[in-house]
């Protein structure tokens, strides 16, 4: 609509609506607020903690152990289950805070227009119709038609994503236009950065965009991670197992071997205990704190403990452009004169870099028309550049703060540089002319004019180029044609392109008006400015492309900008560009291929990022998101991991986000990743190491049933064993460093099941070798006249020693262990053998364990015999684990090549097996 169709639309009189109006509109369309919603209270969400199958199988370890009247065993586990919850409870983000976030993204007052004067009220008082002021600093409260501009520049950044502030008109602009494109409105909690003008609001409260997004956010549901589905599987499938072998092993005691129910009820209750892995949850809880510790140091903060774990998994990360890959601060790339183009270095609003020209440095003082055309960016110039606290802050204009910054590269101080031609008059930027200018005068009374503004609009005003020989400056007919082509070649770097002219003036001019400017100016050259990509953020793209990570690239800046960028940051197919109609044009099926083939994505809105991220899912990639604005929180709340900018970015994405980067470094996400896999690596090898253990617990209490033989470990014994030597030796695992090829393997797969055919092969073999173990040296010493309780003590201590032997070997799934660095072990693995050593000694030794566990002391003989079926224990994994590599190579946890050695060139004849 035009502006007075729109102020017609909504009914309201050049002096604004009355008072009465204004109330009647209050209450028809209500507060311009979003509505609260009511979150859930702390308590509902620590017990929403409990609300997990491996936790249910937890409680009903402890009511077995409770059945068997060992209370202090009881509550060691509910602590267990308490500690886990209360580490998810304090770790966890409340993701319905994202809501309140946006709320407060809205204005808190509003300058307004009722019955002609000019008042305040509160924002949420705003109603569809209020003429609304609009100056430098608000905060825009409501989406407002604009009516009348002069000058106006909003920062629409959080909203649009696009990082420089956007030129507003009262103009009308095609019913279809993106977001980004419609320059006639002002968008609730976007900021005013230069100018004033006066609109009518339309929309209010949830009508708005912000509101719209709100809305988004609370219709999007947040999908589970990998992890936690996998964990889930497992433990339906560790339950039914457990029920029903416990039933089988009940009916043929009872049937079979003339038990009697009550005896066997009791063994029953023992092998429960055996197979339950009860420390597996804590376990995987530790091991995922322990990540999110690790991820501090990096400057990733976790808002919800799973996320650590779901990064290793991550196949595509979706990242914002402005802020996320980028500064989101202007830099001066290029500068175009009569006879050169300079190239200038350096990132951001720190004055560090240089200029070249061809390749070669050179010094801008060297360059009189270099200097001359940095000289005229300083002088018209309405910002200004300071250092705070170490960091370079632009007050004013973005670009013009990147004039600034180009000013000190070239050693051009701006505080000086306007002392010595301090200005007399100016005309100000305003987006209908896109131009600014500006007149001096020098202390020997020389005036001249400067602007700078538009390339086709300077174009247009300029009769004459200026060109230099030597220290002399050179005039010449004007090149329009050349001029236009460096205008193409810097936009299709995606550089902003800004054009500089002079004109001379009287010394006695003081004022300076549109006739003086209008025409018969020289040109002086063009700059071509950029949000240049973080150099960090560059080697960060090829590390994850290394490690098998997509990167895609969905920003709300122009197509042309975003696939320039993507080309420098070294995408996989920076080329092909989707923009938001294209993708509105797309079903969803055809967006699922599109969204795999194509890496950047161009104009897009908060619903496109949604709906990538979305279509992704489907074609089964688990994704990253990464973003900063308020555009991006539904997005990144459903992404399977959400990453907010953690310095730049608003309140709403890192409400909605699993994990925050501190340094809104790109980078980090790369070190995060690789933490993921660290943490995933390390609880494979818990639960690796663990299920054998209850395995040969188990297979030896099943084995002494069907054979009629006495058990060679009791319940209490294994119980001993599970809570004190297998979880003190497993909780050491998640302190494993990143093994070296961590970030050279694809992801794994997002259905990947938890155990693959080789791990479960790994747990039976070694699940063998533990029965083996247990019963040889129970039937060894009971031939050799051993009591029954001497028989089960050296039975326990030869499972806690095949234990400690077994997990030096664990260490490595895809490496020999018979190493020095891995018979060394790392100072996690030395405490906990150490603690569990003493422990297990106490066990032994203690008088007061006898009559609680039955306990005999063990003799020197006896302890040289357990010890020797640890080695040989080790000696039989490591021979199977050789044979494993030399024939196929080191699997990885699907039992297939590594990728180093896939890399190297396996024998032909076992490849692919």
Known sequence: MTADAAMTERAVQASGLDDREALARLAEHG??????????????????????????????????????????????????????ATI?????????????????????????????????????????????????????????????????????????????????????????????????????????????????????????????????????????????????????????AILVLAGF???????????????????????????????????LTVTLAIGVQRMVARNAIIRRLPAVETLGSVSIICSDKTGTLTRNEMTVRSIATAAHVFDVGGVGYEPRGGFSLDGNEILPDHRTLLSEVIRAAVLCNDSALREIDGQWRV????????????????????????KSFPRTDIIPFDSEHRFMASLHHGHSGEGFIYLKGAPERVLEMCSRQRGADGEQFIDEPLDRDGWLKRIEDAAAQGQRVLALAFKPAAQDQRTLTFDDVDSDLTLLGLLGLIDPPREEAIAAVAECQAAGIRIKMITGDHGGTARAIAGQL???????????????????????????????????????????VQALQAGKHVVAMTGDGVNDAPALKR??????????????????????????????????????????????????????????????????????????????QILWVNMVSSVGLAIALAFEPTEADVMKRPPRPAGAPMLSAFLIWRILFVSALFVAGIFGIFSWTRSHGASLEEARTYAVNTLVVMEVFYLFSVRYLRAPSLTLRGILGTRAVLVAVAAVVSLQLVFTYAPFMAAFFDTRPVDFIHGVEIIAVGVALFFVLEVEKWLRIRMAGPRDESGGASPAVKRKGAPARWRGH
């Open 31 to 84: 507060p311009n607020r979003l509505p609260a919603q009511k979150g859930r209270s702390g308590v509902v969400r620590f017990l929403a903690h409990f609300n997990n199958l491996l936790i249910y199988v937890l409680m009903g370890a402890a009511a077995l152990t409770a059945a068997l009247g060992h209370w202090i065993d009881t509550a060691v586990i509910f602590a267990v289950a308490f500690v886990n």
């Open 88 to 240: 998810g409870f304090l770790q966890e983000g409340k993701a319905e805070r994202a809501l309140q976030a946006i709320r407060q993204m809205l204005s808190p007052h509003a300058t307004v227009l009722r019955n002609a004067p000019r008042m305040s009220v509160p924002a949420e008082d705003l109603v569809p119709g209020d003429l609304v002021i609009l100056e430098p600093g608000d905060k825009v409260p409501a989406d407002i038609r604009l009516t009348n501009v002069k000058g106006l520049r909003l920062q629409e950044a959080a909203l649009t994503g696009e990082s420089i502030p956007v030129d507003k008109s009262r103009d009308p602009v095609p019913a279809d236009a993106p977001l980004g494109d419609r320059t006639s409105m002002a968008y609730a909690g976007t900021l005013v950065a230069a100018g004033q003008g006066m609109g009518v609001v339309v929309e209010t409260a949830v009508h708005t965009e912000i509101g719209r997004i709100s809305g988004l956010l609370t219709e999007v549901r947040q999908l589970s991670t990998p992890l936690l589905r996998q964990m889930d599987i497992f433990a339906r499938w560790l339950t039914l």
């Open 249 to 283: 092993v009940f009916a043929f005691g009872v049937t079979l071997r003339d038990f009697a129910p009550v005896e066997m009820f009791m063994v029953v209750v023992g092998l429960a205990v055996a197979a339950i892995p009860e420390g597996l949850p804590a376990i």
């Open 395 to 418: 007050e004013g204009d973005p670009m013009e703060g990147a004039l600034l910054t180009l000013g000190l590269k070239a050693g051009l101080d701006p505080v000086f540089e306007s």
């Open 570 to 612: 070294g995408l996989a197919n920076p080329r092909d560009v989707l923009t938001g109609p294209d993708l509105d044009g797309l079903t969803d099926a055809e967006l699922m291929t599109r969204a795999s083939e194509v890496d950047v994505f161009a104009r897009t809105s908060p619903e496109h990022k949604l709906r990538l």
């Open 639 to 716: 992404a399977d991991v959400g990453v907010a900018m953690g310095g730049n970015g608003t309140e709403a994405a890192k409400e909605a986000a699993e994990m925050v980067l501190a340094d809104d470094n790109f980078a980090s996400i790369a070190a995060a990743v690789r933490e993921g896999r660290t943490v995933y690596d390390n609880l494979k090898k818990a639960i690796v190491f663990l299920l054998p253990v209850n395995g040969g617990e188990s297979f030896a209490i099943i084995m002494a049933i069907l054979l009629g033989y006495t058990l060679p470990i009791t319940p209490l």
